[in-house]
């Protein structure tokens, strides 16, 4: 473990080296991405250090229960080694989790993504049930929540519905998400009160700027149209959405959550960006899928994750056949629970992958 951590200690002062050239601080992709490298290896570098003091206390506490004749003075050394092995057990254990390989988009804001899938009208109530538990948890993060598109149901809810996220670390939480939730409930559009199963997509896209995905305007097609929806006089009056067609991808995104089009236009650009940013970041997700299956942000849309069942009040991860009888609690935002028993399933596969 020492060893490692003496390597990471090398990139560390080397990068540490490389952002106080002019040189490099010129050029502004290498700086940042050299920024990111060096503010992901501090917390192993803080425990580092932390550790090592540990260390060099339990060596003196040793050295004076050996040495010192004092009886009271021995005891409180004795004390101390106790005191100090069991906190260099646990920085050790804390270590070696920090040592365990992290994705480097977990610190990225997110674009997330819900369309209603099977179910006609209930999947789209379903729909805009998921958006309100995100919408609950992210405010009770303290992350910031911003819309970018919707597409409203016939019978409330969203066929679609897209909005950015940011704040610390959104990403790296919000991707254990993307997949297939399924609901099993009487929709208030049933009549018999029978239990209907119906589905809405979650994804959750990395947010990408524009030092990591480069867009020719050459092959953006821009289009506006009238706004839709809730939004005050400048619906159906000005031409303030805009819909952008990536001619090479066949991509198309639209924003119209802003009354100024060019608000509008910066939305949807930075929506593109991150979906031309997941189709090379889908190749690494690809690979590391074969290796963990709780890795859950493998973008693979057609996996079901999770069921909510209202009859039972039920809540079951299918990723790690996890089961929780608190549905009310989970659909107003509380998903935390959720995503913590996933994290620790998945550090637990990190952790044999870095031992075999």
Same mark, same amino acid.
């Given at each position: 473990?020492?060893?490692?951590?003496?390597?990471?200690?090398?990139?560390?002062?080397?990068?540490?080296?490389?952002?106080?050239?002019?040189?490099?601080?010129?050029?502004?992709?290498?700086?940042?991405?050299?920024?990111?490298?060096?503010?992901?290896?501090?917390?192993?570098?803080?425990?580092?250090?932390?550790?090592?003091?540990?260390?060099?206390?339990? &060596?003196?506490?040793? %050295?004076? =229960? @050996?040495?010192?004749?004092?009886? *009271?003075?021995?005891?409180?050394?004795?004390?101390? #080694?106790?005191?100090?092995?069991?906190?260099?057990?646990?920085?050790?254990?804390?270590?070696?989790?920090?040592?365990?390989?992290?994705?480097?988009?977990?610190?990225?804001?997110?674009?997330?993504?819900?369309?209603?899938?099977?179910?006609?009208?209930?999947?789209?109530?379903?729909?805009?049930?998921?958006?309100?538990?995100?919408?609950?948890?992210?405010?009770?993060?303290?992350?910031?929540?911003?819309?970018?598109?919707?597409?409203?149901?016939?019978?409330?809810?969203?066929?679609?519905?897209?909005? &950015?996220?940011?704040? %610390?670390? =959104? @990403?790296?939480?919000?991707?254990? *998400?993307?997949?297939?939730?399924?609901?099993?409930? #009487?929709?208030?559009?049933?009549?018999?009160?029978?239990?209907?199963?119906?589905?809405?997509?979650?994804?959750?896209?990395?947010?990408?700027?524009?030092?990591?995905?480069?867009?020719?305007?050459?092959?953006?097609?821009?289009?506006?149209?009238?706004?839709?929806?809730?939004?005050?006089?400048?619906?159906?009056?000005?031409?303030?959405?805009?819909?952008?067609?990536?001619?090479?991808?066949?991509?198309?995104?639209?924003?119209?959550?802003?009354?100024?089009?060019?608000?509008?236009?910066?939305?949807?650009?930075?929506?593109?960006?991150?979906?031309?940013?997941?189709?090379?970041?889908?190749?690494?997700?690809?690979?590391?899928?074969?290796?963990?299956?709780?890795?859950?942000?493998?973008?693979?849309?057609?996996?079901?994750?999770?069921?909510?069942?209202?009859?039972?009040?039920?809540?079951?991860?299918?990723?790690?056949?996890?089961?929780?009888?608190?549905?009310?609690?989970?659909?107003?935002?509380?998903?935390?629970?959720?995503?913590?028993?996933?994290?620790?399933?998945?550090?637990?596969?990190?952790?044999?992958?870095?031992?075999?």
């Amino acid at each position: 473990m020492l060893e490692k951590i003496e390597a990471i200690k090398l990139k560390y002062d080397e990068i540490e080296a490389q952002i106080a050239d002019p040189a490099v601080m010129s050029d502004m992709k290498r700086y940042i991405k050299l920024s990111k490298d060096y503010k992901s290896l501090q917390p192993i570098m803080d425990a580092f250090e932390k550790y090592k003091n540990i260390l060099a206390n339990l &060596d003196h506490a040793k %050295e004076i =229960v @050996y040495n010192e004749k004092d009886e *009271e003075f021995r005891a409180m050394a004795k004390e101390e #080694v106790e005191t100090l092995s069991r906190q260099k057990d646990q920085m050790e254990d804390d270590i070696r989790l920090l040592l365990v390989p992290v994705d480097p988009e977990d610190a990225k804001n997110a674009v997330v993504e819900i369309r209603a899938g099977t179910g006609g009208d209930e999947a789209s109530i379903f729909a805009g049930d998921l958006y309100r538990m995100y919408n609950k948890f992210c405010e009770n993060r303290g992350w910031k929540v911003e819309m970018v598109d919707f597409t409203e149901g016939t019978a409330g809810g969203f066929k679609e519905v897209i909005f &950015d996220v940011s704040g %610390e670390g =959104v @990403y790296g939480i919000m991707k254990y *998400e993307s997949g297939v939730h399924r609901v099993q409930r #009487v929709p208030q559009t049933e009549t018999q009160g029978r239990v209907h199963t119906s589905a809405a997509t979650v994804a959750i896209l990395p947010e990408a700027d524009e030092f990591e995905v480069e867009v020719k305007a050459s092959d953006v097609r821009k289009d506006t149209f009238c706004s839709s929806g809730p939004g005050g006089q400048s619906v159906n009056t000005t031409y303030s959405a805009v819909r952008l067609t990536h001619v090479p991808s066949g991509i198309v995104v639209s924003c119209q959550d802003e009354k100024s089009q060019i608000k509008n236009f910066e939305k949807a650009m930075k929506v593109l960006r991150s979906r031309l940013y997941e189709l090379e970041h889908q190749k690494y997700l690809d690979e590391i899928s074969k290796k963990r299956k709780t890795m859950v942000s493998t973008g693979d849309r057609s996996a079901k994750i999770r069921t909510y069942n209202y009859p039972q009040s039920r809540v079951t991860d299918h990723r790690i056949n996890l089961t929780m009888y608190n549905l009310a609690v989970v659909m107003d935002g509380d998903v935390m629970p959720l995503i913590e028993a996933l994290q620790l399933a998945e550090n637990a596969e990190k952790m044999k992958e870095a031992v075999s």
